[in-house]
């Protein structure tokens, strides 16, 4: 059989990450955190001026809640979306994924609250992420064999980390020049017509396509691939397992991620253009997230899914752990390597779980399974919610680096034990 996929497979893919592109707006979030919480904490509660009238400044608790909550709702909603995809195709899901995403956008720039950003861009955003994600990655999985995984899951989901190298200077812009209002309203009525386009072109293969296989895989042994449905999958002790792998790699991620822009100001202090720049760090850590999502995707085909989660998290929890001296030490370059690598690892976590999942549960309803599995990346969630907590209780968030350290560190010590069921 020829190794050639037809071009529409292409096409797939390249819609898929369009989609994600912008359903990954939850990665520039530290660029609206860092407009809504003040460096003077006894201006939380107090209405803004100028250009943001209407708004009142926010703790670090209240600016993160928004944010944990659309994650976990979109972790959630991957269930569901997952089992629409499965279903009846990626077009639906995507279409209503940016029709929500856009909506709650919109609502959260037009109730100028804490309430509104909750509802709006926490429940709302959170829905349309769910649906939306869940329709992207599947739609093209399904086009190509499984020694691509990696590759092709890289290539969807680093539309998603990729999200923040132009959304945070955009948003940046926005809120300067059309308050944070503005920037809601601007970037909700874009997406919606990005993802509604972009999800017209997520068309599953034909009846009866078999994909290509590399004559490298026609010479070599023959692997076996058991599709498992939800319930068989819920019964294997791996699918827990897979749970907790989500959970140690990506709340990492998820603390640095909802902190990039704040970190930058205090480590820059110095320096008044990176000060006052903080989503610089963003959109850095926006391009090594993408990064790492091809790159640990590629090279997980060739040393194994789990050989490669383990080398990014001991790297990664390495520099967790190092992260509060380098805060202190208010070393600029330091900051950005560290996390870069965190960045890198969490990207890789985004295309290493959805391979691991089609791996060990097959891939034909992996929409379902995946959106399962993908319930840790909403626990998740849970470690920048604490890490908030802490900074107002403490003044710093260096505690939440050594959690987060912590637990990143014995799920690398769990992936060097799971197997595939029944190997």
């Known amino acids: 059989m020829s190794a050639t996929v037809p071009g529409r497979a292409w096409v797939v893919t390249a819609a898929g990450t369009a989609v994600n592109l912008c359903l990954g707006i939850l990665y520039a979030w530290s660029v609206w955190k860092s407009a809504l919480v003040p460096r003077d904490a006894a201006l939380y509660g107090t209405a803004m001026p100028g250009i943001n009238e209407g708004w009142i400044y926010l703790s670090n608790a209240q600016a993160t809640l928004a944010y944990s909550i659309c994650g976990f709702t979109f972790a959630l909603c991957m269930i569901p979306g997952g089992r629409l995809q499965d279903r009846y195709g990626a077009k639906i899901g995507a279409t209503a994924g940016g029709l929500f995403l856009a909506s709650g956008c919109i609502l959260a720039g037009v109730m100028k609250s804490y309430i509104g950003l909750v509802i709006g861009f ?87 396509y078999v994909a290509p296989i590399p004559q490298h895989i026609l010479d070599g042994p023959k692997v076996v691939t058991t599709d498992w449905s939800a319930r068989d999958m819920l019964g294997t002790w791996q699918f827990y397992a897979l749970v907790f792998l989500f959970i140690g790699s990506a709340q990492s991620g998820l603390l640095v991620i909802a902190n990039a822009a704040l970190l930058l100001k205090d480590v820059a202090e ?127 968030i260096d505690l939440a680096f050594y959690l987060s350290g912590g637990l990143l560190t014995l799920a690398v010590l769990l992936c060097r034990v799971i197997r595939k069921p029944g190997a």
């Open 122 to 208: 926490g429940l709302l955003g959170g829905i349309g992420m769910g649906l939306g994600y869940a329709a992207a990655t599947p739609a093209a999985v399904r086009w190509f064999h499984s020694s691509r995984r990696g590759l092709i899951v890289g290539l969807v989901v680093a539309g998603y980390g990729a999200a923040a190298i132009y959304i945070s200077p955009l948003a940046k812009f926005l809120i300067v020049n059309y308050g944070l209002t503005g920037s809601f309203v601007g970037l909700g009525i874009l997406f919606a017509v990005v993802v509604v386009v972009a999800g017209q072109m997520l068309t599953p293969p034909p009846a009866g």
């Open 270 to 396: 110095s320096n008044l253009f990176l000060a006052q720049n903080g989503w610089i760090l963003a959109t850095f850590g926006g391009f090594v997230n993408a990064s790492g999502r091809v790159g640990t995707g590629r090279y997980s085909d060739r040393i194994g899914r789990t050989n490669a989660y383990a080398v990014n998290g001991v790297v990664s929890a390495v520099c967790l752990f190092a992260a509060p001296w380098v805060i202190a030490q208010k070393d600029v370059l330091m900051l950005f390597i560290i996390i870069g690598v965190m960045f890198w690892q969490y990207g890789g976590t985004l295309a290493l779980m959805p391979a691991i999942t089609a791996d060990y549960f097959g891939p034909k309803n992996l929409g379902l399974n995946y959106g399962l599995v993908f319930i840790g990346w909403g626990i998740a969630f849970f470690v920048p919610q604490i890490g908030a907590l802490i900074n107002d209780a403490y003044g710093s």
